[in-house]
Nanobody
Framework: QVQLVESGGGLVQAGDSLRLSCALS????????SGWFRQGPAKERDFVAA????????YYADSVKGRFTISRGNARNTVSLQMNSLKPEDSAVYYC??????????????????WGQGTQVTVSS
């Protein structure tokens, strides 16, 4: 069992930056994939970004490519999402996620094994 705790959400203006962090309850194994999803009001939960703990391969949703960057900590127990040039449509609850034995691309298509409780990001226009 792995617990995930997000932090770093908040209220910002369009064009601002924000950095989300996710703490894992224990160091990630090499076959883990960490990622971020988001869910806006009355919307489905959508994939945002993923990174493999082996090799650091990344994969992004088209809507955030070039603006968001996912990274992993050296201690293997933190994952961050740097969000730049934020837009009002980026407003959502952001969830940290963890899959086991998949690829970064696979996380976008298959439900992760573990979820965090979410952190709210609100971007005002």
């Amino acid at each position: 069992q792995v617990q995930l705790v997000e932090s770093g959400g908040g209220l910002v203006q369009a064009g601002d930056s924000l950095r989300l962090s996710c703490a894992l309850s224990r160091p990630a194994f090499s076959n883990y994939v960490s990622g971020w999803f988001r869910q806006g009001p009355a919307k489905e939960r959508d994939f945002v970004a993923a990174i493999t703990w082996s090799g650091g391969n990344t994969y992004y949703a088209d809507s955030v490519k070039g603006r968001f960057t996912i990274s992993r900590g050296n201690a293997r127990n933190t994952v961050s999402l740097q969000m730049n040039s934020l837009k009002p449509e980026d407003s959502a609850v952001y969830y940290c996620a963890l899959s086991i034995g998949s690829s970064a691309q696979t996380m976008a298509a298959m439900p992760p094994a573990y979820w965090g409780q979410g952190t709210q990001v609100t971007v005002s226009s």
